[in-house]
């Protein structure tokens, strides 16, 4: 069985790729526990000075695994609170190539992204309110910081899509560009980041994020909300419905 995360370490650059993509990259409780070991290790490996996110085949990913929302326990940590936590508080510059799908989670962690470059396939959603969900990855908090007030309600609140161009515009991505040079054009920007004096490097990145701590605190109370709803038999049921149009 191939792995649902490719992981290669190469110019100082780790690329971590979502690999399901008869799924549409969903990302299930392997697939995040992966995530967080790659991150973990590459804050912990000075060889690796950037790490690049990316999906194979024609998505990006098309975020949670619904039969993990259905088969919830509420007893247990989710793992992808443990990947969100991870992007948020890692100290390493982050960089997205976006094609196809990226949807809820597929959307919410380019929020924690440096540099992200979107093809012109690239479609983006955060369906939470349409699931009954909050938003997660603190969302709620970044959202409306990178695309002002209004425009976070109008894609939060109304779940609506958004394209390619409507996400440079908002400031999600830094350039669109044509599928067959996305992932060489965000390939390049890692590598141009991993040569920068390290030290320098993250040091202007802190500045320019801030004290992770608000965004993590944010992530735990938008968690907290997300669990209570995932507990609700009304939501299950949304869910499930979901899953068998999807399927």
Excluded at 19 to 30: F, H
Excluded at 72 to 86: G, I, Y
Aim: glycine share 6%.
């Amino acid at each position: 069985m191939k792995p649902k995360i490719l992981s290669r370490a190469e110019d100082g650059v780790l690329r971590l790729t979502f690999n399901r993509p008869d799924k549409k990259n969903a990302l299930d409780r392997d697939m995040y526990r992966a995530l967080v070991a790659g991150l973990e290790g590459a804050q912990a490996d000075d060889a690796v000075r950037a790490v690049l996110l990316a999906g194979a085949g024609a998505d990006f990913t098309a975020g949670n695994d619904i039969n993990d929302f259905l088969s919830f326990d509420a007893r247990e940590e989710f793992p992808a609170l443990s990947f969100v936590r991870a992007l948020a508080d890692f100290d390493k510059p982050l960089v997205a190539a976006v094609a196809g799908d990226a949807v809820g989670v597929g959307a919410t962690m380019l929020l924690h992204c440096d540099l992200a470059y979107a093809a012109p396939s690239a479609k983006f959603r955060f369906p939470f309110v349409d699931l009954g969900l909050v938003p997660e990855a603190g969302a709620s908090l970044l959202a409306p910081r990178l695309f002002g007030r209004a425009k976070a309600a109008q894609y939060l609140l109304l779940c609506e899509n958004f394209g390619a161009e409507e996400a440079l515009r908002l400031g999600l991505v830094n350039e669109v560009v044509e599928e067959n040079g996305l992932f060489y054009c965000a390939e390049d920007a890692a590598r141009r980041l991993a040569q920068k004096p390290v030290e320098a490097l993250r040091a202007t990145r802190r500045l320019l994020r801030g004290d992770p701590s608000e965004t993590l605190a944010r992530i735990d109370v938008e968690a907290r909300l997300f669990r209570q709803a995932l507990e609700e038999p009304a939501l299950q049921a949304r869910l499930a419905a979901f899953f068998a149009k999807d399927r």
